[in-house]
């Protein structure tokens, strides 16, 4: 990993922070691609969602166009985004989480696809590099896109932010199922912040003194997110989280 400056590291404490915030999937894609966009200053940053059963698909990105290109591109990704090499990879059980396409395909084979022709080449994107995030069912992956190379410091900083922004991914989607699941109750903000700290390994005395509250409120909020997730125990709710 290349070394990184004061600068990014301030960057980077700032992103992890920011993700911190309880973020619902409906406003994870809008959310995470303004945050990124601040981590890595000057590169295009998109967040696709693909639900391959029925071709569903969502784009939020920060190129600035008008509502008639939007559509024509999401439209054109929709029906080329298998020829992305990071498709193959995925498709082949790679997980990543970080994936330069550098790194899958050669160059110049690349840029023969209609993918490459119709996605890169009129954003001027030469490079791209991929967070790619676990969800049942979906490909959902963060892009970093340049017209140059991406530095092996943006890689490092992406390699290190990248724990955290699938951790957030996996609450947003956890309260998501929560709701579609057609219960009323989903996880409260304090609960949510109470579940980030079990994932990190904290234990309840520990949780209590970062929160400001008793031992025996943690207690209790573990009961409501155990209950509400439908694990048995902690650990089961973490995996539940976790994707495992």
């Not at 409906?26 to 601040?38: D, N, P, Q």
């Not at 008008?66 to 929709?78: G, S």
């Not at 709701?179 to 005395?205: A, D, I, Y």
């Amino acid at each position: 990993m290349e070394r990184l400056r004061h600068s990014d590291y301030r960057r980077l404490l700032d992103f992890v922070a920011a993700l911190q915030e309880p973020i619902e999937s409906g406003t994870f894609g809008e959310k995470i691609v303004a945050l990124t966009a601040e981590l890595l200053p000057g590169a295009t940053i998109a967040f696709d969602q693909i639900r391959e059963s029925d071709n569903h698909y969502t784009i939020d990105h920060n190129v600035p166009l008008d509502l008639p290109e939007q559509m024509r591109m999401a439209a054109r990704i929709r029906d080329l985004y298998r020829e992305n090499p990071v498709y193959n990879y995925i498709q082949g059980g790679g997980t990543g989480p970080v994936v330069d396409i550098a790194d899958l395909m050669p160059r110049r084979r690349f840029q023969k696809t209609d993918f490459y022709q119709d996605i890169f080449r009129p954003y001027g994107i030469e490079h791209q590099v991929n967070v790619l995030l676990s969800r049942e069912g979906w490909i959902n992956a963060l892009t970093i896109n340049r017209d140059k190379a991406i530095d092996g410091r943006s890689k490092t900083l992406l390699a290190l932010a990248s724990r955290h922004i699938r951790l957030a991914h996996r609450q947003a989607c956890l309260t998501d199922s929560l709701r579609r699941g057609g219960t009323e109750e989903s996880l409260t903000p304090r609960e949510q912040e109470v579940f980030r700290w079990l994932r990190e390994g904290k234990r309840n005395s520990e949780i209590g003194i970062i929160l400001g509250c008793s031992p025996r409120t943690v207690d209790k909020h573990v009961e409501n997110i155990l209950r509400k997730t439908g694990a048995e125990t902690r650990t089961a709710a973490v995996r539940m989280a976790l994707g495992e």
